[in-house]
């Protein structure tokens, strides 16, 4: 008996009533809008909500403001540079000066303590470069820029046996490393402002007994040494606030911070006028940092890495640089003893790193500048200042022990490491 084929008929459907038909739609519709609202999983392809890793050994504030010196006794063999680096300054060229224990003052190593008891990594110079290949990196500010930028030239020299010296766009110093197209430069700027000596016959003081005449700040003119490189690196490290100390210190003339010097006053201009009534040291300063930060967050493109570095602290025991002040130390000092060296509130010779530092946080504060706070770690080091070993005859005689810049290779090799660090975190979390 042939198969007889039955018909075929589509499936039947359950009949729901209109109702429950819409309420599922419209459950469907807030079930899909929720989706779109939580937060990616881990695994998910999507990078617009991917968090950052965590910053490297060196790359987090804490890590500088958290930690301790500890002996390491291999980091003087680790050395990525020596007395003969061709962008050394003589006076902070303690190798090639015969500075005693300098061996000593490079085997102290800076553990932070978020680094599970590891110092932050010295720097690769042939990756960084590599990583950096084709871009420039500017520092502007005083002397103490141009000391850690002498030992950021030398450790990048290691990985570029062509690296030779740079000095355009009105660069005080710097070096081009041809192997990678990377430019590293100086910009000295000490008040960051446009300052001028006007003898007294040109001052608005001549009438005051003993005025030699004024130096003129104009707070709200930026030097001409760095007006116009705004746009041209991919990273800019600022400072200023030394020069509290640092410009009568070359003038030989004494002064404290919180007063003008009798022969040679600063006078703080505003619109090409004397500003009424004048400004003391620290408010003249304060204008300063106001405007040139107004400044750098209008002209410097938002791409731009920005860091500004803390004050360096100076170490004069004793007395002030002109007052026979030492800083012969063997040793770092012991945490318990910064204070009795720093806090303002002991009136102390080396009290304006704090004092300086308040206001420069006060100034970035909102701003996308990021703070190098290079201040706490760099106090303990009152054993790695040249002091006595300038490396010219009759320098201790005529301008005092140096307690304030820092002996090469030395301190700023540890400031080297973790701007590498940080700058490399930044450039890749974007």
């Not at 739609?25 to 999507?46: C, E, G, I, K």
């Not at 500075?99 to 978020?114: K, L």
């Not at 002109?322 to 130390?329: E, H, Q, Y």
């Not at 190098?372 to 320098?395: I, Q």
Request: hydrophobic share 40%.
């Amino acid at each position: 008996m042939a198969h007889q084929r039955h018909p075929s008929f589509p499936p039947t459907w359950p009949r729901f009533p209109p109702a429950i038909l819409a309420v599922l739609a419209v459950s469907l519709a807030l079930f899909y809008t929720a989706s779109l609202l939580l937060p990616h999983s881990p695994s998910s392809n999507s990078t617009n909500h991917r968090r950052p890793p965590p910053p490297p050994c060196g790359g987090a504030a804490t890590d500088l403001a958290a930690g301790r010196w500890a002996r390491d006794p291999l980091r003087p063999a680790r050395s990525l540079y020596d007395g003969t680096c061709s962008f050394h300054r003589n006076a902070w060229n303690c190798l090639r000066n015969g500075r005693e224990g300098i061996e000593s003052i490079n085997s102290w190593a800076w553990y932070p303590d978020r680094c599970g008891g590891e110092a932050i990594p010295r720097i690769d110079p042939e990756a960084f470069l590599s990583f950096m290949r084709g871009r420039r990196i500017g520092f502007v500010g005083d002397s103490l820029n141009e000391n850690f930028l002498v030992a950021f030239l030398c450790a990048l020299r290691s990985a570029d046996g062509g690296a030779r010296k740079w000095k355009r766009k009105g660069a005080w110093r710097g070096g081009y490393f041809p192997k990678f197209d990377v430019t590293v430069a100086y910009h000295r700027a000490v008040l960051l402002a446009k300052y001028t000596w006007q003898p007294a016959e040109h001052s608005t003081n001549q009438d005051k007994k003993g005025v030699k005449g004024i130096y003129r700040v104009d707070v709200d003119a930026p030097a001409a040494d760095w007006v116009n490189i705004t746009k041209f690196y991919d990273v800019l490290m600022f400072n200023t606030g030394h020069w509290v100390k640092e410009l009568t210190h070359h003038q030989f003339v004494r002064w404290g911070p919180d007063k003008f010097p009798t022969e040679t006053p600063l006078v703080f201009y505003r619109g090409g006028e004397p500003i009424d009534p004048p400004l003391g040291i620290f408010d003249g300063l304060k204008v300063v940092l106001q405007s040139m930060i107004s400044y750098i967050e209008k002209e410097v493109p938002k791409k731009t890495i920005k860091f500004w570095r803390t004050q360096s602290p100076r170490h004069f025991h004793g007395g002030d640089w002109d007052r026979n002040g030492s800083c012969l130390f063997s040793e770092p000092l012991r945490k318990n003893e910064l204070d009795s060296w720093f806090d303002p509130r002991n009136k102390g010779v080396n009290k304006e790193a704090r004092e300086v530092n308040s206001l420069v946080q006060q100034a970035v504060f909102g701003t996308d500048i990021k703070l190098l706070n290079l201040t706490h770690l760099s106090e303990f080091r009152a054993d790695a200042h040249p002091a006595v070993w300038l490396g010219k005859k009759d320098a201790v005689a005529i301008w005092g022990q140096d307690c304030m810049h820092w002996c090469l290779p030395g301190l700023p090799d540890i400031w080297v490491d973790v701007l590498a660090a940080q700058i490399l975190y930044n450039m890749e979390a974007g």
